[in-house]
């Protein structure tokens, strides 16, 4: 029964501030990790990241964060409450990242070796990164309506040891990388954030520990670099001035569309992982009081991230995890309203643009290497122990894909090279080359099946298994998992020929070979307990 509340409800109370900067320093960071990886990494051309991939990833969150404000409202008008707290929404750190370093950086590079400019290659890239908002777009907006099947389908040891192996080695090693390229700097910041945010040490400041460390470590890069005390490849940047750019509708998602194809086995499971993760924060929101329906929550995201997709964006957005949390800040409705605001107008006006390119990699670096270990703990503590097991073999794919990602760099190794190490054979077996790359691509579906499979084993469901391991079997036939092809396209089984088609077709009757041995166990009698 909804009672209305006996005053006004206030807009605005003093806790909000803090919930404000908290989920401001988050999205800036994220944004910061994606400008440094597609700029720095892959020299990708500033102007078209901060004036037109950033308006639109901007604009997403401020539509996420309006309507999160008005279920807020409108739950606290239901309940007669005026306690109700807003679901906190942003950028996804791990598949914003993920967009970055495994599909956006990449594509930049493949247009180039096939031809395009550096300009043409670069818009090719942006209408790639579009196409893949609204294709997760499409995929959430779906799944909202079977979110809870979903969960039902696939054990949580395979959701989170999936993303779990994938944190651990593409957002928390790579990024690593990047913060001891500046050891003093990087390490220092680095300290400081586990400091606060694992060891839970105090400051002898009242602020948060995030802008303290962010604080810290940019003064040093700045105070050593002008002194000239040794901070590696310092420059000050030649910062883009503020301009004007509004993220308008346009089709140029359509014509990116074709060029998603290759990136389909990272891109749905970066949907499908937005709504499991949405279904756990709304869970986690009505444990702390806030009762929101789990529908609404995911409709949210799915329809900012389909706009921020329409309207030039690259980067998907979702609740947060910390709605408890901001919560016991003392933050209500307003701290989203005005998020989404600062975020929304910072990417039209280039304010948000200007922050982030004053905020050096080895200072953003270790915020994303604090979030690839929280979520590989995170994959263990949310697991039931016994699928502890399951939960570590997802990890493996994940770190085939890392050799990919270094061995496939034409920097690294030549083309021609790469080629002819990947037929290399021995007498051994398939070449050690040809393994790394079909066991890495499609990682995170193949950590999702190998899981599934395995806790199937552990709970004594041997059919379960079965069904998992045939289903991998198809998927390798077409690439969606183990594609032979060293860039993880897809392609029709028959369409192969020589070592190519020898090992699709050895990794797809080493699946159907261990399900015919399960199916043959299940025949067994019961356990007797």
Same mark, same amino acid.
């Given at each position: ?32 990790? *994606? ?9 990708? /051309?500033?102007? $078209? ?23 807020? %409202? ?54 790639? +990164? ?52 500046? =050891? ?13 945010? $694992? ?13 303290? @460390? ?22 000050? /940047? ?26 389909? /086995?990272?891109?749905? =499971?970066?949907? $499908? ?12 929101? %009505? ?5 929101? %329906?789990? %529908? ?63 905020? /050096?990699?080895? $200072?953003?670096?270790?915020? *994303? ?23 570590? #073999? ?8 890392? #050799? ?8 690294? *190794?030549?083309?021609?090279?790469? @080629? ?39 709970d004594e469901r041997p059919r379960h298994a079965v069904i998992a391991l045939l289903l991998a079997a198809l998927l ?16 029709? =089984?028959?369409?192969?020929? +020589? ?31």
């Amino acid at each position: 029964m909804s009672h209305a509340p006996q005053r006004p409800l206030r807009w605005f109370v003093a806790g909000d501030l803090n919930g404000f900067f908290g989920l401001v320093v988050d999205n800036l960071s994220i944004l910061g990790f *994606i400008a440094a990886a597609l700029i720095g990494i892959f020299q990708f /051309p500033a102007e $078209v990241v901060f004036t037109r991939m950033f308006p639109g990833t901007a604009l997403g969150v401020l539509v996420g964060n309006l309507i999160y404000t008005w279920m807020a %409202r409108r739950l606290a008008v239901r309940s007669g409450r005026d306690d109700v707290t807003a679901m906190p929404l942003g950028l996804d750190a791990p598949t914003s990242i993920g967009m970055a370093l495994l599909v956006l950086g990449p594509a930049f590079v493949a247009f180039k070796q096939q031809g395009l400019d550096e300009n043409a290659a670069a818009l090719a890239t942006w209408q790639l +990164g579009m196409a893949s908002l609204v294709v997760m777009g499409l995929l959430k907006l779906l799944l909202s309506f079977f979110g809870d099947t979903v969960t039902r389908l696939v054990p949580r040891a395979g959701l989170l040891g999936s993303i779990g192996g994938a944190a651990l080695t593409l957002l928390g090693f790579l990024p690593l990388i990047e913060t001891l390229r500046n =050891p003093v700097v990087g390490f220092v910041t680095l300290g400081l954030l586990l400091y606060v945010l $694992v060891a839970r040490g105090r400051l002898p400041v009242r602020l948060p520990g995030v802008l303290v @460390a962010f604080i810290a470590g940019t003064t040093l890069y700045y105070g050593l670099g002008l002194a000239g005390l040794g901070v590696p490849g310092f420059a000050l /940047p030649q910062a883009t001035p503020l301009t004007l750019a509004l993220p308008l509708p346009s089709l140029g998602f359509v014509q990116g569309l074709p060029a998603t194809v290759p990136y389909l /086995p990272l891109l749905l =499971p970066f949907g $499908v992982l937005m709504i499991v993760g949405g279904i756990n924060v709304s869970e986690s929101a %009505r444990a702390a009081g806030d009762d929101y %329906r789990t %529908r609404d929550v995911l409709l949210a995201e799915a329809i900012s991230t389909l706009v921020a997709g329409v309207c030039g964006g690259v980067a998907q957005t979702t609740p947060y995890i910390g709605q408890p949390a901001y919560k016991h800040m003392g933050a209500r409705s307003g701290y989203t309203l005005l998020t989404g605001i600062f975020i929304g107008l910072g990417g039209m006006l280039g304010y948000v643009s200007l922050m982030v390119q004053w905020l /050096p990699v080895a $200072v953003l670096a270790p915020i *994303i290497v604090y979030v690839g270990l929280d979520i590989t703990v995170q994959a263990f503590h949310e697991s039931p122990r016994k699928h502890a097991m399951a939960v570590a #073999l997802g990890f493996l794919p994940s770190i085939a894909y890392l #050799l990919n990602i270094k061995l496939g760099n034409p920097a690294w *190794i030549a083309p021609e090279t790469f @080629a002819a190490l990947y037929a290399a054979s021995d007498a051994h077996g398939l070449p050690d080359l040809a393994t790394i790359t079909t066991l890495g691509n499609g990682f995170i579906i193949t950590a999702m099946i190998w899981t599934t499979a395995l806790v199937a084993m552990i709970d004594e469901r041997p059919r379960h298994a079965v069904i998992a391991l045939l289903l991998a079997a198809l998927l390798t036939l077409f690439g969606l998992i183990h594609s032979v092809d060293p860039r993880g396209g897809i392609y029709l =089984p028959w369409q192969l020929q +020589g070592l190519r088609a020898a090992i699709m077709y050895q990794f797809a009757g080493a699946y159907a070979a261990l399900a015919v041995v399960l199916a043959l166990l299940s025949l067994q009698r019961p356990r007797v307990r």
